[in-house]
């Protein structure tokens, strides 16, 4: 029984092996490929974000910055009761 299991073991890799070598190496894709295409990819996306940027409103942060000072303060006064 086991020369059996052994005969039908070699035999499967045997066929294994010759399958493989038939169909030949098998080719990597290109590095260089790969990284022109997610560049491209990436110069897109770049130029899109560029376009909704130029959309939209400028906004002064220092301006915003003390506005939100000043509500902080004035509900700060608030609760201590110096309103």
Known sequence: MRRLLALLGGIALLRAWLARRRTGPVEAPDPADELRRRLE???????????????????????????????????????????
């Not at 899109?48 to 303060?73: I, K, L, N, S």
């Open 41 to 83: 990819e990436s110069r897109e996306l770049a130029a899109d974000q560029e376009a909704f940027a130029a959309g939209e409103t400028p906004v002064d942060t220092d301006e915003r910055r003390r506005e939100v000072h000043e509500r902080g303060r004035a509900a700060i006064d608030e609760m201590r009761g110096e309103g």
